[in-house]
């Protein structure tokens, strides 16, 4: 007995001497960063004074649970215990984030598989209304009348940010008269639209070759042309590209602003007091053969549509691209760059810029218009009204200024200080930026900055100290530049918002991801690609394309 007394004693000596070396191990580790590996609490303790005065009304006495559906937010999700941001969030809310991770590739699928089992994410966001695919935009009907969403409180004074929001695209109200979609705001001031459709060039190349601007298209053609066979990088080799652009659904975001500007981006437009898709009009048969001219030169990429996104900026950042379309927002050109340095030892900032539209036939210079919102965040029917207001006060939240500099610029006192109005890092990010620093450190941002808003503002274009750390001083000034060229020297698109977001009928024949794949066997065959596109056309009308859009228009009536 007095043996099993005496091992058990000198286990618990062992015990304790393991813990005292085990805790001294970690306090030595902490000045190598590793600390966060053991505790990600935060000692900033949230003051419900810091909400919106319309927020601090609500009450926030019960615990809820709140399931949050969003892509690729596996960190999150994966993470041992929340991290600071998140424990600053639920303290201050009383509730408890489970994230639920989707991805670019699922995320239609695994939304209608929960929905038939009755376990949608309380709140979760995904693509319907704002999609430019009619059966995605079928989508936001199907929710609803399968009962899977819920709608909106008629009561949303207690979120004045987010009920300006809607007040703006009121017209994506439902037919009973109810708001069910949360939009993912993009841009609120319609300029900074003008981002989403950018081309990005070497300038080097162009100086090279001793090449202008261009402006007009025959100009841009023999521009592309010559980066892909006139060896701009001047290597002796054949090795080069001349233009393509990140994502095959955005052929043509800023190319065809010069020639059919209504058109960019394969939406409907208004045609004769009806509403028709862009690529059925005259004028798309100009971006057609400007298409197959781009195509049948060189100048595009001759295997443009079989790269994946991933490649295409690959080919950029190595040094194979000369023209990429793509966006030029302070965060999609610091995406690039951190590729650019990965795969190129060229300096980014002496080689890359950012081309100006070229007029189109009117002699007008036409820049993109977007939505000021892009993809939606829908509460499930499971939702209550008392978790409803809970969710919606977070949201409105993350609309304000405070939430923002939260998202931007982490927790202050841990992350940053104000000094004298000034934003002061706290971090030390090397050579990284502060957005990868902050989302390695708290990999719940990628979901508290994108599930209400994701595009940011004026604030993001200045050049200032916070933004050289987010985004590189670089890649804010040249981003700034482009946009307040297009502010000051274009005139946007003036697009049918209250139809675009409107829901339409789904269909298989008549999509536009069908037409763009028809626009593509036109572009690349080595027929008369017009010849070609009006056979195509014709054989849609023969399955009842005018029948469908008649369908559409008539639907828009009866929603108004």
Not at 132 to 145: G, L, P, R, V
Request: charged share 20%; aromatic share 10%; net charge negative.
């Amino acid at each position: 007995m007095n043996h099993i007394h005496t091992w058990k004693k000198g286990t618990k000596i062992k015990s304790r001497i393991f813990t005292i070396l085990l805790l001294s191990a970690v306090l030595l580790l902490q000045p190598l960063g590793l600390a966060s590996c053991v505790s990600q609490e935060t000692d900033v303790t949230p003051n419900r004074q810091i909400l919106p005065p319309s927020l601090q009304e609500l009450s926030y006495e019960e615990h809820m649970d709140i399931s949050v559906g969003y892509w690729n937010i596996e960190g999150m999700s994966k993470a041992i215990q929340p991290d600071g941001i998140t424990q600053y969030i639920e303290e201050l809310f009383n509730i408890t984030l489970h994230p639920i991770s989707v991805t670019w590739s699922n995320y239609k699928e695994r939304y209608q598989i929960l929905s038939a089992t009755n376990s949608l994410p309380d709140i979760f966001a995904t693509l319907t209304l704002s999609s430019t695919d009619n059966n995605d935009s079928a989508t936001f009907t199907d929710m609803i009348t399968t009962g899977s969403i819920r709608p909106l409180p008629e009561d949303l004074s207690a979120y004045p940010t987010l009920c300006q929001v809607l007040e703006s695209i009121s017209f994506t109200q439902y037919t009973d008269g109810k708001y069910y979609a949360v939009p993912r705001v993009s841009f609120l001031d319609p300029v900074l639209g003008a981002t989403d459709a950018a081309m990005i060039v070497r300038r080097d190349w162009m100086d090279n070759l001793n090449l202008e601007d261009p402006q007009n298209l025959e100009e841009f053609i023999e521009m592309v042309a010559a980066f892909a066979h006139d060896d701009p990088d001047g290597n002796g080799l054949d090795d080069t590209i001349g233009y393509n652009v990140n994502a095959l659904n955005a052929l043509g975001k800023w190319v065809i602003l010069g020639i059919a500007p209504e058109c960019n981006v394969y939406t409907w437009v208004e045609e004769n007091g009806r509403y028709v898709p862009s690529w059925t009009t005259d004028s798309f048969k100009d971006v057609v053969a400007a298409y197959s001219q781009l195509y049948h030169t060189g100048g595009l990429d001759p295997e443009f549509y079989s790269k994946v996104p991933n490649n295409i900026m690959e080919d950029f950042a190595s040094g194979r691209l000369g023209a990429l379309e793509y966006k030029s927002s302070p965060n999609t050109l610091l995406d690039l760059k951190t590729k650019w340095d990965q795969l190129n030892d060229l300096p980014f900032e002496e080689c890359v810029d950012v081309l100006p539209i070229f007029p189109a036939p009117d002699g007008i210079r036409y820049s993109n218009s977007s939505s000021i919102f892009w993809s939606e965040s829908y509460l499930s029917s499971s939702v209550d009204d008392a978790k409803a207001e809970r969710i919606l006060a977070l949201l409105e939240f993350l609309l304000s200024e405070e939430g923002q500099k939260l998202c931007r610029y982490g927790l202050e006192g841990i992350d940053y200080v104000v000094e004298d109005g000034h934003y002061r890092c706290l971090l030390d990010v090397g050579d990284e930026s502060l957005i990868t620093v902050l989302n390695r450190k708290y990999p719940s941002l990628l979901l508290l900055s994108g599930i209400a808003t994701w595009g940011g503002g004026w604030n993001d274009f200045e050049v200032n100290e916070m933004n050289d750390l987010r985004f590189g001083n670089f890649n804010t000034v040249l981003a700034r530049k482009s946009a307040i060229w297009c502010r000051d020297n274009t005139t946007q698109i003036d697009r049918p918002y209250d139809f675009l977001l409107s829901p339409r009928e789904s269909t298989d024949q008549f999509s536009t991801s069908q037409a763009l794949d028809a626009f593509i066997k036109c572009i690349i065959g080595d027929g008369d690609a017009l010849a070609e596109w009006e056979h195509a056309l014709e054989t849609m009308r023969e399955q009842g394309l005018e029948e469908y859009i008649d369908r559409q228009n008539a639907l828009f009536r009866e929603m108004r």
